[in-house]
């Protein structure tokens, strides 16, 4: 039970410091948006990237950041309704199974999402580049340079922990199944 207790502890802070950093980030944006001349120099010169005639490829990664850390603070939201159950140890309800599976499912995303909004961009920064200095190289190094700046550690950990998630979802529908049949049979 402590255990349980110490989980439900360490998901609630992070779930309430995912919250406030999305807070004063969401401020600043607003701030540096709508009054860039009465921001103080140093940070007017942030206001400068909504300037840039990029057009929409400069706004593909800080967008999805933004949406998978959206999606990350709803993951942890029903990972926090999971512990609430299991601190009245109830394993075998269906809330538990469907909120372990929501969350499983967008930690996937996130990995998954991340990896290829990674890939668009490597391959938008390697052709910038390969243009810029005419070089030619090999597709196999071409090829490495590019999975290896576009996989990263915590993409493929995300998605671990999606998969887990969703095992451990089914594990709990599976025994919830039979903890009916068993109920049913005495």
Known sequence: MK???????LINILFFTLIAVFSIGFIFFILLFFFRDSLPAPLGMFSMLFN???GWKMYLVPTSTV???MLLILAMFYLR???TSFLKSD???ER?????KKAGNIFIFIGVSTIIIQLFTVLYIQNLAYNIVQMKT????????TLAATI???SVLSIIIGLFFLLFSKIFENSRVLKQENDLTI
């Open 138 to 145: 090999n597709f196999f190094i071409r090829l490495i340079n």
């Open 3 to 9: 255990k349980i207790q110490l989980l439900r502890t």
């Open 67 to 69: 949406v998978n850390y």
């Open 52 to 54: 840039q005639p990029f």
């Open 91 to 93: 394993y075998y309800n």
């Open 96 to 100: 538990v199974t469907l909120n372990l």
């Open 152 to 154: 990263d550690l915590k």
């Open 81 to 83: 309704k999971s512990t």
